[in-house]
């Protein structure tokens, strides 16, 4: 295996030691012992549509944590599964690991497979998807074979990836694949499935509307979205409000901020990934306030609000703004994510949903803790927010497809003991201020 060395200007040490400080905070205090992990597509997989698109985020997830990486595309995948690309991404997101493609597997402690077999018995995670479906388990089982009916796979690979990557997450701290029972997640009906079969599918061919959205928030979550909107098809275009700049903290949990975006302003850097991946964007880098303040022109240009700000207070701040409909996801202190989809007089709101007594951030933080040199983090899991992210460009390809109504709108997706997915409606709290709010009222805010 060999070593990677690098070019970029970044203080080695001090950038191991503190990302060491800050995997141990959600960990309860102990640092798990490195693991080398190998990532390998088992035939018929190697051709399947979105094959490349999920071992991108499988890669970009596993580095956030895992060191040690080895991909293993045998010399007959190698036109179908770009290596290059995967071991580019994995070292621009951690430059001082272990990182390498083979032809063969070597040996290693945990096993990621495509598919449903192969792989050392308790050592290996197996995930694989169809359509909207995603799949992941601790156990091998046959019959997890891709079929090619399916037009749009990347929803399913996306999701199938962060599920893997969340299972490695938990092998990593547990040592153990015990509690990764088979788990199948229906992203298209969000709920979830008992087989591929249970998964619900678009039954037409998708058309996506381009859409004007306004992300409040571009930290995990947000960059999260914003990364996998180019990877589902989004159009359109989006404003990103962020006032706080990429700390080292924040790359462990996000697909977008690398060592390279240090101290940059996180408005600006999730504006370049967007532009760069061919979706229209501004950046400004300052609070919802202020931006409520110099910008009113553009607070009625957007037809989805996307509140992700860590803060109650901004979530509330938006919703007594009369907003159009809003879709969010925050990660939690327990291994697990919440997502809620708002349309106005059909939903519950944001108030509705957290209630003002909720008055803590939404991330996953015992509590603040004080980094060695008395720089004050939280900690964070970063299988949540990649999922908790693409929980929020799902309920968007939805509106941009016509289909926002479809599926509950809130969702908890555990992590922890086993994999769960718990969905219900919410509707309105008939006392909930949003209630004063008139559909006359709404349409002349937004149709004046
Ligand atoms: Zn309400």
Known sequence: MSSTSSDLDLPSNEFYRRRSDRTRMCLDGSLPKEIHCVIAVTEPWASVRGVQAGLETLCNLLARFCNHVTVVIPRVQSKVVAGEILVDRMRAVDPYGTICVVEAAPE???????????????????????????????????????????????????????????????????????????????????????????????????????????????????????????RLGFKGRIDVVDADVVKVENMDRSPIFDPIHDKLPKANVVRDYLVNNGIGASGYHMTWNEFVSRHRDLLRRHSVWLPLANEQGVRRAMQANIPPISIQASTGKNWNV???????????????????????????????????????????????????GLFVAIGLKKVAMGIQEFGENAAFLSFKPSFSLLTQPRRPNPTCMCQNLTSAIWKSVWRP
């Open 338 to 388: 919440q997502y809620g989809r708002h349309i106005p007089f059909v939903d519950d709101c944001q108030i509705d949903r957290f209630p003002a007594t909720e008055s803590a951030p939404t991330v996953c933080a015992t509590g603040p803790v004080v980094v060695t040199d008395g720089h004050v983090a939280d900690a964070a899991l970063p299988f949540a927010s990649f999922t908790a």
């Open 108 to 230: 290693a402690d945990l096993y990621i497979h495509l598919g449903g077999e192969g792989g050392p018995q308790g050592r290996t995670i197996y995930w694989a998807y169809q359509g909207w479906g995603a799949y992941v388990s601790g156990f091998p089982a046959e019959g997890i074979v891709p079929t090619g009916e399916f037009a749009d796979h990347s929803v399913g690979a996306e999701m199938a990836a962060c599920l893997a990557g969340a299972a490695a997450f938990n092998f990593w701290v547990a040592r153990s694949l015990n509690s990764i029972r088979p788990f199948y997640l229906d992203s298209y009906a969000l709920r979830e499935a008992s087989s591929f079969a249970g998964c619900a599918q678009p039954t037409e061919p998708i058309s996506i509307r381009p859409l004007d959205v306004l992300m409040v928030g571009g930290g995990s979550v947000g960059s999260a979205t914003a990364y996998f909107l180019p």
